[in-house]
């Protein structure tokens, strides 16, 4: 499920998301942790970035945090995985039509990119996956998921997607002995969506 609102993050300055890591770090050790997340909000114009009001803006950051402590907590058990696969969302790629060249197999179900646009983020973060000996899957919704899984015996799952999907990802993972990690998407709206590159690298 897409979030109720539209975001866009690719000009907040990079500060914030290290001010979100070390944040995440001290979760649920602060009494006052709302005010600290308005804070946040106040100091990098978050509301002002994205013209979301407070209540959405709080969401956002709530689920970047969130997402950021699982990645803590699972960190070690997926540096040790040895199997892996990259689930990619199918809006991050540069077109959404016929342009896309991509093969749909429905029997997964996924995309495989064709590497038709060297400007494409999706043929970018396959590229360097598959360097690295991960299966990609370029996915058009997280219910695809439980299907490959049920097939493939993965041991770490990287997942890009936005927070809303993310839960998806969580719920289907968190009865699994799978080790997942999360690359937040900046910019939502499920077309011509963005992930930082930087960050994606860091995490596989
Ligand atoms: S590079 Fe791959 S995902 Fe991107 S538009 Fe082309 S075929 Fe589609
Ligand atoms: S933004 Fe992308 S990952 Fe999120 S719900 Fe829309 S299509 Fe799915």
Known sequence: ??????????????????????????????????????????????????????????????????????????????????????????CARRYMDSRCKANFDASIPSYACSHCSEDCLVNRADCLAKERGYDVYVLPGGSCIPKILKTNRYEGIVGVACGEEMRVYGEILGGMDVAGQAVPLIKNGCANTIFNMDTFVKTI
């Open 1 to 90: 499920m897409p979030y109720k609102f539209t975001f866009d993050l690719t000009k907040v300055p990079r500060f914030f998301f290290t001010e979100v890591a070390r944040i995440s770090y001290r979760k649920g050790m602060h009494r006052t942790f709302l005010n600290r997340l308005q804070n946040i909000i106040t100091k990098f114009r978050i509301q002002e970035a994205t013209g979301l009001n407070l209540s959405d803006a709080l969401v956002l950051l709530q689920d970047f945090i969130d997402l950021q402590a699982l990645n803590l907590m699972k960190r070690k058990e997926f540096l040790e995985s040895n199997k892996r696969a990259l689930f990619l969302p199918h």
